[in-house]
Nanobody, 124 residues
Framework: DVKLMESGGGSVQAGGSLKLSCVAS????????QAWFRQVPGKEREMVAQ???????TFADSVKGRFTFSQDNAENTLYLTMNNLKPEDTAVYYCARDKGGPLSDACSPSYVYWGPGIQVTVSS
């Protein structure tokens, strides 16, 4: 079975940092677009950051300059380092993958593989 599992969440004060991890298992070795989403109760899930098949990254305006991607391909792990956290970053964070495809393909319009989510709480 394919599986994504997040870790590294928790509670921090504003201005602090957290590093989220997403370990992937059971996936066939093709190229995937990968992303981090977050959701606050009562609001729609929003994409925070996306890593395309060819390694390009995009970030939501609200996190640009504060959040970064890194990977450990040997461990099938994707990281999201979050610096200078703000109370408005409080949410459940999810990692996700699309259906996969050739390197030249754009990311699928929807993500099909999701982790269970992890809570990040930033206090003022």
């Amino acid at each position: 079975d394919v599986k994504l599992m997040e870790s590294g969440g928790g509670s921090v004060q504003a201005g602090g940092s957290l590093k989220l991890s997403c370990v992937a298992s059971g996936f066939i070795p093709i190229k995937y677009c990968q992303a981090w989403f977050r959701q606050v109760p009562g609001k729609e899930r929003e994409m925070v950051a996306q890593l395309t098949r060819d390694g390009s990254t995009t970030f939501a305006d609200s996190v640009k300059g504060r959040f970064t991607f890194s990977q450990d391909n040997a461990e099938n792990t994707l990281y999201l380092t979050m610096n200078n956290l703000k109370p408005e970053d409080t949410a459940v964070y999810y990692c996700a993958r699309d259906k996969g495809g050739p390197l030249s393909d754009a990311c699928s319009p929807s993500y099909v593989y999701w982790g269970p989510g992890i809570q990040v709480t930033v206090s003022s």
